[in-house]
């Protein structure tokens, strides 16, 4: 294997653990009407992880993608600009555009 592969192979491990340590737990407020509801804040991050949490909830009954005791509109407002951040990305904004070469005149003009 080469140092470059090693290096990348290495990276995507380490963004993987560090992506899942940032992922929601359990949900202890679900239907409990216990302690503030979520807000807009914690509905960015929600929504910012969600990919991480569907992907842990698969697997694991305690974990859920949506926080259930929110206040509401501003949560979900939150959930949803998160989410576009997430998945939006870049498109091909990094690509160089192909610019058009010039004619060519023939040599004897």
Not at 21 to 46: K, R, T, Y
Request: charged share 15%; with cysteine.
């Amino acid at each position: 294997m080469t140092r470059r592969r090693t290096a990348g192979i290495a990276l995507l491990v380490g963004t993987v653990l560090a992506l899942g340590a940032c992922a929601a737990g359990p949900n202890v407020a679900a239907g409990s009407g216990a302690g503030d509801p979520a807000g807009f804040w914690l509905g960015l991050w929600h929504g910012f992880i969600s990919p991480i949490t569907f992907l842990i909830s698969l697997f694991d009954d305690d974990v859920n993608i949506y926080e259930v005791h929110n206040n509401g509109n501003w949560y979900d407002t939150g959930f949803m600009i998160g989410i576009v951040m997430v998945f939006s990305g870049s498109g091909h904004s990094g690509r160089r555009r192909r610019q058009a070469k010039p004619c060519r005149r023939a040599a004897d003009d």
